[in-house]
Structure formats: C-alpha cells, structure tokens
C-alpha cells in the first residue's frame, strides 16, 4: 500500500492534463472506469485543469447502469484498461492517454443545459441512475468546510476505503485531504477489504487501516456495523483513527455508540449528490447523536413542510428527505418522504426509522419495514450469517423493538432466501433495498404473517 506523494501527483495530473488540452474539441466528455490509485485522481484532476466533462463510472454499476451513463452524458472518451468493458459500451481503442489506456466513440451532446466539471450518476432505485452535474467551485467549496470544519482534528493521513467513483470519497476524502495539507493513500479496493456493491471484509479494512496509520477514513452504514462486530469479537481497534465518518444512509444511534465503545471514533453526517456530497457533519466537539450534525458552514438548511431543503446555486433544493433541526442547529434526518406509510390505525411511519434499529445488532444484515394499510409492521431479514438460526433474528428484532413506540415495531418478520443485490434486482448499486422488488418477491408470504 503506497502513499499518493502530492510531487507524484502533481506530475502525473500535469501529464495527463497536457493530453487532454491536445485531444481537444474532438474530446468533451471523458469517462473513467478505473479501480482506485493515483491514475484516478490525476485523471480527476487533469480534467479539471483542461475543462473537460469527467463522468466517474462506479465498476459495481450494472453493464444496463453503464451503458445509460455512457448515453445520458453524451461520453466520447473513456479511461480504462479493460478493453472488453470498453467495448462493450461501444467503445474502440485510441491507444494510450499519457500512458493510460483510452477508448474513443462517437456520440452526440447529451441534452444537459450544463455539463459542467462533472458528471455524477447516483444509483437510484431503477436501472436508469439519475445524473447530477456540478461545477468545480460546487465540489471544492464542499471540500474547503470540510477541511475547515475538521481542522482541530490534525488529520494528516486519510485512507479511501469507498471507490473514488463516489462522490463521498472523492470530494469528503481527496479534495479534503488535499486542502487541509494531509496526505492520503487510496489503494485498489479489494486491499482495504471492498468487494463489488457490498461485499466487504472488515479484518482486512482493519489491516488496510493499520498499515498506512490512517488518521481518518470514511465508512457506509454496512461497513460500520461490520467492523464494529469484529472489534466486539476481539478484533484489535486501529490506534491512530481519529475520525469515522459515517454517511449514506441512516445509522442507528445505538450502532454508534457500540462502534465507540469498541475504539471507532464514529460521526454520522448527510449529504446529497446534487448538493457536492456532505450538508452537515457531527465531529468532536459538535456531536449530537442521533442527528446528522450541524450543516457545514457554506449550506443554507432549511425545513419546509417537513423536508429538508438545502440552498443550491440560490435556490432552495427539496431534499425528498423528512427532516427537522433543534434549537441548537443539529439537523435530523427521519426519513424518505416517498417511503412513508401509513399504517391501518393511521400512523404514518418511516420504514428506514426501524431498518436502522433492526441493523444496529450484528445478527441482522440487511433489512426492509412494509406495513402501508396494515395493523402492524412487518420485515424482510437478511441474516448476517447463513448459518445463524432464526432465534437469534429474532433477539434483535426484540432489541429493536425496545428502543420503538408499539406503532413502530416489527410484528412479523420472514427470512429473506438471498441477500438483496443489484444482481438479484432487490438492491440498488450501493446496497440500498429496492422496497417495490422486495415487496413484489416477498409481499406475498410477508402479508399472510400480517
């Protein structure tokens, strides 16, 4: 594992930038499929310096996922050594980009009024992920709060462990680093323990951590339960992390607090593609769990009829997300509005607020709450491991349901058969549960228990 020398860096961003400016006008939109490295963020950087269009193409991203990025952007170049991938999205080889392999095609203009310095593609719910273009000033004014937020830290090492096509990592983890003077290591995924959209090995994330001396690191709600288990079952904490930030989907605070407890110094945050990545972040000495933390200090929040909005290019951007912010600033994410049911004795309930609880165990792996017109709430498991009975399932929903009103806990619940993936159709790209494929696979046998 090698740190990213910002003089090696430097050279390599200048060279690649170089080929860039000459490869235009015929180049305008430039795709990269690469696993993490220096070739990533030079690649990053350089297109930024030549002011062309970078689309991050995340590998766990399905070929249909693919093939729409490549269309909606209007893409006629991409970085990638897999000349098979390449050509399947209708790619040829133009040979090498300052010593990267590079595919050319034809393509017209994608139909965005902006492409901007980039072009994201959050993974949505559908095969059709939704692009968000963003300027460069947008990504590094995130970096710039960040970097000044996390300042009295003295983080001087950072460790990317997500894949640096995310947003998260690229902005929250690079930009950052590289503003706040720290160095950062971001070596090929499969070394720090990341396998495909969820896969992971938290013993390896724990060495990965350990060998560079990682100061701070960035992890998603999965990952952190995963290491937290593995402290609990004697797994030795990294010494030198002084900061976890935790972000994309809702973390149980009682998740929290058993990561603390075991040496994970974690912060939950939030943030949206459309907004660069993180809104708000708790940190040492700005912690209020349970909440995502105060918004950095370049956001404008807002709650309006119960949603978040966020302030963006000075107009109001509703979030989707339900929301609302204490006397002291710390906001409070409660759920998706689209996801919100209704239950027969009519109380409304977010079905993430139970997922996060029923998650905050190390039985439970994956989980997703039904209930809409009915009684009582019902779940869908996917046990952490194949082999462990349902009695201990059963224990954690009991935990959970400790820690929820009656009108929101989980009555029934059913073993799920498999893991919900992308693969299977029952997970979006990241790992969210995909609720209307789960229900149609699952409903079913879940509403007779109901």
Not at 1 to 19: F, N, Q
Not at 334 to 357: D, H, M, Y
Request: net charge positive.
């Amino acid at each position: 594992m090698s740190l990213i020398a910002p003089d090696e860096l430097a050279r390599r961003t200048a060279h690649v930038a170089g080929a860039l400016h000459a490869a235009r006008p015929r180049v305008r939109v430039l795709g990269v499929l690469l696993d993490n490295g220096a070739d990533w963020v030079s690649v990053d950087l350089a297109a930024q310096e030549a002011g062309i269009t970078l689309v991050p193409l995340p590998a766990f991203f399905t070929a249909t996922q693919l093939a729409h990025a490549v269309e909606a952007s209007g893409m006629d170049a991409l970085v990638s050594p897999s000349l098979a991938a390449a050509e399947a999205l209708g790619f040829t080889p133009a040979g090498t980009l300052a010593g990267l392999p590079w595919h050319r095609r034809a393509a017209e203009a994608a139909a965005h009024p902006s492409r901007g310095s980039k072009i994201t593609f959050t993974s949505g719910t559908t095969a059709a992920p939704k692009p968000v273009v963003l300027s460069a000033q947008e990504q590094w004014q995130v970096a710039r709060s960040l970097a000044e937020a996390l300042g009295p830290l003295g983080v001087r090492r950072h460790l990317c462990l997500l894949p640096l096509a995310v947003l998260l990592e690229n902005v929250a983890g690079v930009y950052a680093a590289q503003l706040a003077g720290a160095q950062f290591w971001a070596p090929p995924l499969a070394e720090v323990g990341l396998q495909g959209a969820s896969g992971f090995d938290p013993a390896a994330c724990l060495q990965a951590i350990e060998r560079c001396e990682a100061q701070s690191v960035i992890l998603l709600p999965q990952m952190l339960a995963a290491l937290t288990a593995a402290l609990e079952a004697g797994a030795r904490a990294p010494r030198s992390l002084r900061f976890a930030a935790v972000g994309g989907a809702r973390v149980a605070e009682g998740l929290l607090a058993r990561a603390r407890s075991a040496g994970l110094p974690a912060y939950e945050g939030y943030g949206l593609s459309e907004c660069a990545s993180v809104v708000a972040l708790n940190r040492p000495g700005a912690d209020r769990p349970g909440s995502v933390g105060r918004p950095l200090a370049h956001c404008a929040v807002r709650i309006g009829g119960g949603e978040i909005q966020v302030k963006r290019r000075g107009r109001w951007l509703r979030t989707g997300d339900l929301g609302l912010i204490d006397a002291d600033g710390y906001l409070y994410v409660q759920g998706r509005r689209k996801n919100v049911l209704i239950t027969s004795f009519g109380r409304n309930v977010s079905p993430e607020w139970p997922e996060a609880e029923l998650l905050a165990g190390t039985a439970i792996a994956q989980a997703a709450v039904f209930g809409e017109a009915r009684p009582h709430l019902g779940a869908v498991l996917v046990s952490a491991s194949p082999a462990a009975p349902d009695a201990a399932l059963e224990r954690q929903v009991r935990l959970a349901n400790a820690r929820l009103p009656d009108y929101a806990q989980v009555r029934r619940w059913l073993r799920a058969d498999a893991r919900f993936t992308a693969q299977n159709g029952l997970a979006t790209a990241n790992g969210r549960p995909r609720r209307e494929a789960i229900w149609q696979t699952y409903g079913a046998r879940l509403d007779a228990l109901l």
